[in-house]
């Protein structure tokens, strides 16, 4: 039955009180990696998964049944340890695991390339070129001018500037783990930098035009890569691919959502009561997130062990945690607002370049903005009423509190107005949900192969363009072993299924037809991205409201 949910009262005042005693002790946390955002000290009883996940944890592993002779034979060759000849290798629940076989067999190609950055697991690093958001300084563009006519043709170098054709996705957050590279079972690991140049095609794809992999401008050991580069040119690729895994671990994916909503879980039950209609409405989005986050697939066991993610993702220990510390205090609450922060990146008018995040999440974003503000209106009769709010107040100071709370930095301290309230709650739920689905469920696709996008590159990346060590045996034997490439493919494969969507959830009497509509208004999205479905650059599904789930499940 849907909680009937009610504001605080003098008359109730008590009771909470009690409640909140009782609810404190069980959500208790800690400031963890590097004393930088809190986590619990346990998972509470109330958060464990339960059954239900469970079983559709077990069905989804099912699926991986008709590969066991595969699996078992991956073994005996893991035992003998036998060389690992050929890429096929790495298919280790076969080629129809994966939604895309044709990704699969084109992984080194600049179609597939050019559209990761847009569809694929970090496509939040994407940036457009502007006037006023030129190229980054660090990017040598001497040659990318000078052989530009050789990769785009009818072009000009300048043309494509001033009519904003160019993108470019700057990975130099990643600075502290090519400083402090790690090693995973005595192999060296490699990671770099890397700023990308792409070109917008008539189609609206993205076309990569220049790699430049360290962030020092016009070094002898740093050229910039182009397509007419051959092998130099692949291997570019595959160490950006490097890269952007690496990114979204440790920073749009663990830190931005995982941890992110970790601090929104902790603060909501610190301080909302079970019944107050904020926590009603959040409850659905903050299911699962704790367990699956105490997981730990970053930090060290009470043996000294780190996670598989810690141990297998490029840099050293200290300089991962460093990196996922820095992702967390860099984070702006006002700045990563859908419509902040697709302006920020010069993407918010830019409709000639496909990329469904701009473009259908934008819609959900709307949608759920819509939702929360007539459920938030229907709660508090006028601003006044969230002024008085004493919990809202509190939840809102814990949220941005440093000393004693959860220091997501920009997060209003207190609430004055509705609008306010409901933008705030809005962007909660698009994040648990739409946000997440993006970064998340493209993982077992892209990155579940590993030669197309393994943890780390166990040899250094090319130096310079007419490197005569690069063979196709040299970008093999750069990639990890079998054991850690099966251990990033079988997270990605476990972490592939979806339990309640986005919108699914019953309310109160008075509240359920303002979330019938959200749900009608998903359901009408979904149908017209299936009917355009054929007309896109892509079959694109990771934001459509059918494949979403309400919350940080996996
Ligand atoms: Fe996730």
Redesign the pocket.
């Known amino acids: 039955m849907p909680v009937i949910a009610s504001l605080p009262s003098p008359a109730d005042a008590e009771k909470r009180k009690a409640y909140f005693e009782k609810i404190r002790k069980q959500y208790a946390y800690q400031y963890s990696y590097n004393e930088t955002f809190a986590t619990v000290i346990k998972v509470p009883e109330a958060e464990s998964a339960g059954c239900a996940y469970q079983f559709a944890m077990l069905k989804n592993l099912s699926g991986i049944i008709p590969s066991l002779p595969r699996l078992l034979w991956t073994q005996i060759k893991q035992w003998l340890q036998r060389p690992i000849t050929g890429y096929q290798e790495y298919l280790f629940f076969g080629l129809k695991s994966f939604p895309d076989t044709r990704f699969i067999e084109n992984f080194q190609s600049d179609e597939y390339f050019g559209l990761q950055r847009v569809i694929g697991i970090n496509h939040v690093t994407l940036h457009r070129a502007t006037l006023e958001n030129p190229l980054p300084d660090n990017l040598d563009l001497v040659r990318v001018k000078d052989r530009f006519s050789e990769v785009v043709s009818g072009v000009s170098f300048d043309e494509a500037l001033k009519t904003g054709r160019f993108y470019y996705v700057d990975y130099h957050m990643l600075q502290g783990l090519v400083d402090h590279p790690g090693e995973y079972k005595g192999r060296k690991q490699y990671v770099t930098a890397p700023i990308l140049l792409l070109y917008r095609q008539d189609t609206g794809v993205l076309q990569p035009v220049a790699i430049q992999l360290n962030q020092q401008k016009a070094a002898a050991d740093n050229p910039v890569f182009m397509p007419m580069d051959g092998l130099a040119w692949v291997a570019a690729k595959l160490y950006a691919q490097v890269a952007d895994v690496n990114y979204q671990e440790f920073i749009s ?1 663990a830190t931005r ?2 941890y992110l909503m970790e601090s929104f879980i902790i603060a909501t039950h610190w301080e909302l009561y079970k019944t107050h209609p904020i926590f009603v409405l959040l409850k659905p989005h903050l299911r699962y997130t704790l367990s699956v986050n105490a997981h730990d697939l970053f930090l060290k066991n009470k043996k000294g062990v780190p996670g598989d993610f810690g141990a297998q993702l490029a840099g050293d220990y200290d300089s991962m945690v460093a990196l996922m510390s820095e992702a967390f205090k860099t984070y702006d609450f006002q700045a990563a607002a859908l419509p902040v922060d697709l302006k920020a990146r010069h993407l918010d008018e830019n409709p000639e370049l496909f990329y469904p995040y701009a473009e259908e999440g934008r819609k959900i974003w709307e949608m759920t903005q819509k939702f929360v503000r007539d459920y938030v209106n229907l709660y508090y009769v006028d601003d006044a009423a969230v002024s008085a709010d004493t919990e809202v107040q509190a939840w809102a100071r814990k949220m941005s509190a440093h000393e004693d709370g959860m220091r997501i930095k920009n997060f209003p301290s207190s609430f004055s107005t509705r609008e306010a309230l409901a933008q705030a709650v809005g962007q909660i739920i698009f994040t648990a949900s739409a946000h ?1 689905s993006s970064v ?1 469920y493209p993982q077992y696709l892209f990155s579940g192969f590993t030669p197309a996008m393994p943890f780390a590159a166990y040899a250094p990346a090319p130096t310079s363009l007419g490197c005569n060590l690069l063979t196709e045996k040299y970008l093999l034997d750069a990639l990890p072993l079998r054991q850690p490439s099966m251990t990033q493919a079988l997270i990605f494969y476990l ?1 592939n299924f979806r339990m309640q969507l986005l919108g699914q959830d019953n309310l109160e009497s008075k509240a359920q037809p303002i979330i019938e509509t959200y749900r009608q208004e998903l359901k009408q999205l979904s149908e017209e991205l299936n009917t355009a479905m054929p007309r896109r650059a892509y079959p694109y599904v990771y934001l459509n409201p059918e494949t979403i789930p309400n919350t ?1 499940m ?1």
């Open positions: 994916h959502i995982h997440h998340h972490t940080v996996v």
